[in-house]
């Protein structure tokens, strides 16, 4: 459980230090007052990552040269400093750790519910990727040092390929990086949507309240043979500059009753489809680790209607850690109903109103 959270130079924030308590935290505000950014850096703190950019660097306020990030999860103390043009850093109590994966040893799962994740069904197909990434980094403990190394072989191989007279024997090294992570890339997310079809599945069914059969399936980017099909592909590579055939191109099909989501559901079933595919990682998450993720739940009640917000709470675990986002709680039928801590998010700052 996180009992307390501190940031520094964080988005909004020029300093901010919570203390949450087990159950349900409510932050209520206006748009644009911090709400989001609190859980996104509860997200970071944990998972090293943030679920809205792919650059730390973002989550800079403005005019300053880096954030810093601390909490304590469990009996775990953990914080980040995280500075332009410098190496991150990263400490368990006391100990400053070398490594992202020797931190998460001692951090918590999370799962991230946001309002924009109707993408995961309408959206590119990086949407998807980063659904599968972020699921299989907190399962696979050698997955996301398998990521980083495909996507810094791969980038480096893009380059080499723009150049008018490429030099095959530089590509060739890194496409052999790219093979070796490439191919542990798609065995472990392959796996992962196999095991994810029965947990989204039922989230769904308890969700719409019916028998409706959700359903994905995972596309590779490259043929079997990933090797083959690099090879097959040097001149395509070279004429357009890019690498055409990888992991970076995989797809994940969202399915309905066996037909494409995107084009069959109707608004209210894809809002639905998207809590349940969350939902669907948290009971995934809970039966391999062992562990109930932490449930950062960023604007979604709002945007539900009565019966679904209904099954969504009915859904969530109840001894599970959440934080939710909302402008208001008036979309509840009765807020003594919901026992809850609130605190109240304006201009950077937050205050604690109390349990209601």
């Not at 699921?135 to 040092?145: C, D, E, I, W």
Request: proline share 4%; charged share 25%.
């Amino acid at each position: 459980m996180l009992r307390t959270l501190k940031l520094s130079q964080f988005r909004c924030f020029d300093s901010l230090r919570l203390e949450v308590g087990p159950g349900l935290t409510a932050f209520i505000g206006g748009n644009a007052q911090g709400k989001t950014s609190i859980l996104e850096a509860v997200c970071v703190l944990l998972r090293l990552q943030s679920p809205r950019t792919a650059s730390l660097n973002d989550l800079i306020r403005f005019d300053q040269s880096g954030f810093g990030l601390a909490g304590t999860w469990g009996d775990q103390s953990l914080s980040i400093v995280n500075e332009v043009k410098r190496r991150r850093k990263l400490y368990h109590g006391e100990n400053q750790l070398e490594r992202s994966r020797e931190y998460l040893e001692h951090s918590g799962l999370v799962v991230w519910m946001g309002n924009d994740d109707l993408g995961l069904i309408t959206g590119s197909g990086s949407r998807r990727r980063r659904y599968l990434d972020f699921q299989a980094s907190q399962l696979y403990p050698n997955y996301r040092v398998a990521l980083r190394s495909y996507e810094l072989a791969l980038r480096s191989r893009n380059e080499l390929l723009k150049d008018m007279r490429p030099d095959w024997a530089q590509i060739d090294a890194y496409t052999g990086v790219l093979l070796e992570h490439g191919s542990q890339l798609t065995q472990q997310r392959q796996a992962l949507v196999e095991s994810l079809n029965g947990p989204i599945c039922e989230a769904q069914q308890a969700i719409s309240g019916s028998g409706e059969v959700l359903s994905i399936n995972y596309v590779p980017g490259a043929r079997e043979d990933f090797a083959e099909t690099l090879a097959s592909m040097r001149e395509r590579d070279q004429r357009r500059g890019q690498t055409n055939a990888g992991p970076h191109r995989d797809e994940v099909g969202v399915l309905i009753n066996g037909r494409p989501a995107s084009k069959f559901a109707s608004e209210g079933q894809q809002r639905t489809i998207a809590l349940a595919l969350k939902l669907g990682q948290m009971e995934l998450l809970r039966a391999r680790r062992e562990q109930t993720p932490i449930l950062l739940v960023d604007d979604v009640f709002g945007e539900l209607d009565p019966k679904r917000r209904d099954a969504l709470m009915q859904a969530l675990p109840s001894e599970s850690q959440k934080l939710i986002t909302t402008t208001s709680l008036r979309w509840l039928p009765d807020e003594g109903g919901l026992q809850a801590t609130v605190v109240d998010v304006a201009e950077g700052a937050a205050v604690l109103r109390g349990p209601i």
